[in-house]
T-cell receptor
């Protein structure tokens, strides 16, 4: 079974600084996808970034980058130049594409609450 | 373009009642997934539908059921509500289902917050 582990329940960062949110995963599937989502207090899950297991380069999307270390089974999210609006819960998730009906699902970690301070 | 929409936004029910939650996917998306998120945890997968067929089911009791309509919108039904069903119910849509690339990225709606008293 797939498993996602986020060991940082909460993180603080100063505005304009960079922050790294940790994520480790466990799977026996050679083909997998890793996702990061942001969940503000309003509740909506906002997609940030995707990394495929066969992607040669680390994914980047604006201020977000994914530090993908396949051998260590880690997929850490790096947010550069933090802004007050980055304060939210961040979830790492893995895609399981082998459901009985041919579909897929996301398995989420427990999340990291990020607080950006002035 | 409109994102995923869900209705209602909030709902209060009592134990034993039935509830129906609705979801409209992003235009052009044919797959809808449902997740339950209880306070302090990550979302848990309930169902996935693609082209009106169930493509995946999570570890939830038979009290939970869903369907997808020809316009790709979806309903989640929960019967005989229990206190433990209180949660945020998230709907996500994706272009397709079962892919192993970024094309199946799931985009979430704002959720329906269900409280069972």
């Amino acid at each position: 079974a797939q498993k996602i582990t986020q060991t940082q329940p909460g993180m603080f960062v100063q505005e304009k600084e960079a922050v790294t949110l940790d994520c480790t995963y466990d799977t026996s599937d050679p083909s997998y996808g890793l996702f990061w989502y942001k969940q503000p207090s309003s509740g909506e899950m906002i997609f940030l970034i995707y990394q495929g297991s066969y992607d040669q380069q680390n994914a980047t999307e604006g201020r977000y980058s994914l530090n993908f270390q396949k051998a260590r089974k880690s997929a850490n999210l790096v947010i550069s130049a933090s802004q007050l609006g980055d304060s939210a819960m961040y979830f790492c998730a893995m895609r399981d594409a082998h459901l009985t009906g041919g579909g897929n699902k996301l398995t989420f970690g427990t999340g990291t609450q990020l607080k950006v301070e002035l | 373009d409109a994102g995923v929409t869900q209705s209602p936004t909030h709902l209060i029910k009592t134990r034993g009642q039935h509830v129906t939650l609705r979801c409209s996917p992003i235009s052009g998306h044919k797959s809808v997934s449902w997740y339950q998120q209880v306070l302090g945890q990550g979302p848990q997968f309930i169902f996935q539908y693609y082209e009106k067929e169930e493509r995946g089911r999570g570890n939830f009791p038979d009290r939970f059921s869903a369907r997808q309509f020809p316009n790709y919108s979806s309903e989640l039904n929960v019967n005989a509500l229990l206190l433990g069903d209180s949660a945020l119910y998230l709907c996500a849509s994706s272009l397709i289902s079962g892919a192993t690339s970024s094309t199946d990225t799931q985009y979430f709606g704002p959720g329906t917050r269900l409280t069972v008293l």
